[in-house]
Structures are given as structure tokens and as C-alpha cells.
């Protein structure tokens, strides 16, 4: 099947930055001024794909692969001052008097945004409103009474509520929604913000020739909308918990696994039906991104299941999913031809997981800080790349470019820059001109390899908890060496935008 709307149509280069690391607003990036900069700072460097991580809502640890829901937005991304030009915020709501949190001012002052739209709101607008509703509808209702307990119930998982909410009685559903109307509907004008916030940078992305890269992690919560709405689907006991969690064997980044603790599919129920909520789910993501990765692809050919009881994931096993089946539904409900996306397929990538790849034309990816041991026949080596791939320095799960170089014994240095054919320039420089030269179509550098920076800042250690998606930059790293240097690497590759 060929990728007939594939973003692979010429050589690329992209950043990768999650909307939480830009400067400006409480506590994290969001969709405001710095964001329609970033994209300022994109086109003066030759770029023409921004990558973000997922942009759900996420748990108070903030990772945006164990989110509330895989459909809705993120709240806390929602930029206050566009509310404030909207008339529908006074602009001292958004001076922090210190006694909230960044997340909690941010939420009290949509709260208090809603309020005032209902009152000043245009008719168009509200038209608007309605419209949005009703074109998402079907995830939207869910989510929306999902949060709306979670906030009376003080953040428990769903699986803590009574039991009557917990199995959704009808009764008790009803019941719920008449109480809990305002904050439904208060939920609800806080995704038609989002959403509307989002088209507008992605509109104004485009409109300077960049492309919008997206991400699907391929599980979602067990405390989620998702999960509680579509409870027959999912691996569940009857109180609701997961009889079995997702996760990985000993691999890379941790001797004794990761133990993800989503709840496992039923693959069964879902194939029975089309796998509808797949496909609404994948339509949902490409409505707001013009390419999308697939992470933990692997996992649609084989995924690992882990004994809810065990701590570690080293108990686990590997179990077929219908992938093909998955692939071939998706690909003929959304469009026949093909589809934007891309496969996470590092880990333990088995000859059947390269085939369900190759079958459904979809890109791979190549991670250069892989690249350096295992001898000739590594992947990740240059020489070994595929122009059907999208190349990497490294991701947001691997440590910066400069933190793992610096990191390597003396001998392992040597086989590095040998590997790159002795280049002149010093780390991160050498890895990100190597990538920029491979003949993967997309070339792809995190924001924090760009800025040269070191192992503080790094974005997320996997199998770790604490310290995580924190990491921002300042425009006070982005000098004009940074722009000049990124710019040249672009262009002396082909890689440089048309726009």
C-alpha cells in the first residue's frame, strides 16, 4: 500500500519539542505567543516538520503517555491571553497570587472563562460551540462526566468510585449528568478552546510550510475516559482493574523492563466490531496532525503482558494482536490508499514486526545514539539507513546527544567518531550533521540537541517516575549561531524548506 499523503514526498528536517517545553504561561508551554515563535524560529532555520509529544490530558505526573483520555485535549495547554482578547477573561485573572498551583490557576481561570462565555459569547461563537459538540460527540459526553466525578471525588480512579458510577448504572449515569451539568458543560467549552486554539497554530504552521507531526501512544490509562466508557474492551476484573498490564522485557533502558501498567486490549471484542474506537481514534488524531507516529508499533504484532500482581515486567510474555486486521480497518475506513503515519519500531523487533511495517508502507524509525555497537549489521548505522525512515540524534526517551557522548568510555569515543568518518566538529554537531545527512527522507533533532544541552536536561528517563516532562527552554538559548548552525546542516544536506 503506498503512503499516497506520506510527508516522506522529499527530504525533510524537523525538531522535535513537546508544547509544555516552550517558554511563557504557569508552570508550561502552551499554545500562545511562544508557540506561533517557535514556528517563527522553524522557518528561519530551514525546518519544515515540528514534532510534539501527545497532547491528551495528563496525569498529575504530567507524562503524556498515561493520559485521562486519547482523544481530548489538554487543558493546562490552553493559552489564558487568548481568552483575555476573547473578552471572556479580565486580564488580572492571570496574575498568580501564589497561593495555587500553575495547574490550578490555570484550571480556576477557565473555569472562570466559561462562566463569563456564556454571557458575552457572539452567536456565531456559540453556534460554533454546539457544532463542536455535536461533531465529537461521541467521546466527548464520556469525557466530560468522566472528569467532571473525578473532580468530585477528589482525582480517585474511577475503579475507587461507587460502584454503581464505577459499572455505569444507567440510573446512576443519569443521575450524574443532571447534577454535574455545569461541569460538564464546563468541560466542554474547555476542549472547544483547545481545539480551536490548536487549528489556529496548526493553520498558522502550515501556512509557513510546516507540517504538524503528531503521536499515538498505542495504550492508554487504566484510570482514563477511554477505559471506563469502553470497559467490555479492555482486559478488566470486575471490580474494573486490569488482569493483566502492558510494558517491555529488559531492553536498552532498563535491566529489568518497563512496566507500563495499561491495561491490556480485548482484541477479540474489538476486531467483532471493526475496531471502532481505533478508528475514531485515529480520526480524531489525524484531524489535528498532518502525520502521526505509532508508538510501541511492535505491540500491534506481539505485545508483552505482564501479571498485574508483578512489580517488574520480567514476569511477562509475548501474545499475538491482529495487527493486519487493525492496519487493514484503518486503512480502508479513514482512507483506501494509505495514511500519515509512522512506526516506533525500536525494542525488540522481531522479522514479523518489520513485515506488518513493510506490508502497510510505513515508515520506520533509525535512532543514531543506537547506531555505535553491535557490529556492521546494526540498523541504526548510517550506511544501513532506508530512505523510508525518519532518523533521529535521539528521542525523547534517551538522554541528550551530548549527556550520552560524554557518557561513553574513551575507547567507545574513538569507535563513534571513527563510525562518522572523523569529523572536525564536537558533540552533539558531528551526531546531528550524520543525521542530517543519511538518506532517511525525515531528519528529526530534539529541540535539546539543537541547543547543545546536557544531561539535565533531558526530557524523561523510562522506568523512572519522578523528574520527568518538566524540562522548557528560553529564548535566550536560541542564539543566531544556534539558527546558523541548524540552518547550515539543513542546507547543505537538501533538506531545506520550499516554502
Known amino acids: 500500500m503506498a503512503q499516497a499523503h506520506s510527508v516522506l514526498d522529499r527530504r525533510r528536517a524537523g525538531v522535535l519539542l513537546h508544547i509544555t517545553s516552550l517558554p511563557g504561561g504557569f508552570g508550561n508551554g502552551d499554545l500562545g505567543a511562544d508557540a506561533y515563535r517557535f514556528v517563527d524560529f522553524l522557518v528561519s532555520c530551514g525546518v519544515s516538520v515540528w514534532q510534539t509529544l501527545p497532547i491528551n490530558p495528563t496525569h498529575q505526573d504530567g507524562s ?35 497561593e495555587l498551583s500553575p495547574a490550578a490557576t490555570r484550571l480556576q481561570c477557565l473555569a472562570r472563562a466559561y462562566g463569563i462565555f456564556g454571557l458575552r459569547a457572539t452567536i456565531e461563537t456559540k453556534i460554533a460551540y454546539e457544532s463542536f459538540c455535536d461533531q465529537h460527540r461521541d467521546w466527548l459526553f464520556d469525557y466530560a462526566l468522566f472528569i467532571a466525578l473525578r473532580e468530585q471525588f477528589d482525582s480517585m480512579a474511577w475503579q475507587c468510585w461507587p460502584e454503581s458510577l464505577r459499572d455505569r448504572n444507567d440510573v446512576a449515569i443519569q443521575e450524574a449528568t443532571i447534577r454535574l451539568h455545569d461541569s460538564l458543560e464546563r468541560v466542554k467549552f474547555e476542549q472547544f478552546v483547545f481545539f480551536t486554539q490548536w487549528q489556529e497554530l496548526r493553520a498558522y504552521a502550515n501556512s509557513k510550510g510546516i507540517l504538524m507531526f503528531g503521536d499515538i ?92 500482581s508483578s512489580e517488574t515486567a520480567m514476569e511477562g510474555r509475548w501474545v499475538k494482536a491482529p495487527g493486519e486486521a487493525l492496519l487493514e480497518n484503518l486503512f480502508e475506513a479513514i482512507d483506501g490508499t494509505g495514511l500519515p503515519l509512522v512506526a516506533e519500531d525500536l ?132 542564539g543566531n549561531e544556534i539558527v546558523n548552525e541548524l540552518l547550515g546542516a539543513i542546507s547543505i544536506s537538501g533538506r531545506l524548506s520550499r516554502h
Open 64 to 98: 503524556p503517555y498515561q493520559c485521562l483520555s486519547a482523544q481530548a485535549g489538554n487543558p493546562l495547554l490552553i493559552n489564558l491571553q487568548w481568552l483575555v482578547n476573547k473578552g471572556w477573561l479580565d486580564s488580572k485573572d492571570l496574575e498568580s497570587s501564589g
Open 217 to 308: 501512544p498505542i495504550f492508554v490509562a487504566g484510570d482514563s475516559a477511554d477505559v471506563w466508557a469502553k470497559q467490555a474492551e479492555f482486559d478488566l476484573d470486575e471490580a474494573g482493574e486490569a488482569r493483566v498490564v502492558a510494558g517491555v522485557p529488559p531492553d536498552y533502558f532498563s535491566e529489568t523492563g518497563q512496566r507500563w501498567g495499561n491495561p491490556h486490549y480485548r482484541w477479540d471484542r474489538m476486531e467483532s466490531d471493526g475496531f471502532s474506537w481505533w478508528i475514531e481514534r485515529f480520526r480524531g488524531q489525524l484531524a489535528l496532525f498532518d502525520w502521526v507516529r505509532i508508538d510501541h508499533f511492535r505491540g500491534l504484532e506481539a505485545y508483552w503482558e505482564i501479571p498485574a
Open 347 to 478: 525494542g525488540i523487533i522481531t522479522p514479523e514486526v518489520d513485515a506488518l511495517r513493510k506490508k502497510f508502507d510505513i515508515p520506520g524509525m533509525l535512532i543514531l545514539q543506537f547506531a555505535f555497537d553491535g557490529g556492521a549489521g546494526n540498523p541504526y548505522l548510517p550506511q544501513n539507513h532506508e530512505e523510508n525512515s525518519v532518523v533521529y540524534t535521539g528521542t525523547h526517551d534517551n538522554d541528550t546527544s551530548l549527556s550520552w557522548f560524554e557518557g561513553l568510555s574513551e575507547e567507545q569515543k574513538e569507535q563513534v567518531y571513527r563510525l562518522l568518518g572523523h569529523p572536525s566538529k564536537s558533540m552533539p554537531s558531528a551526531l546531528i550533521d550524520c543525521a542530517m545527512a543519511s538518506v532517511a527522507r525525515l531528519s528529526v533533532i530534539p529541540m535539546q540537541d539543537v541547543l547543545h544541552l546536557g544531561g539535565e536536561d533531558r526530557m524523561n528517563t523510562p522506568g523512572t517516575t519522578e523528574g520527568n516532562w518538566s524540562w522548557r527552554f528560553s529564548w535566550d538559548q536560541v
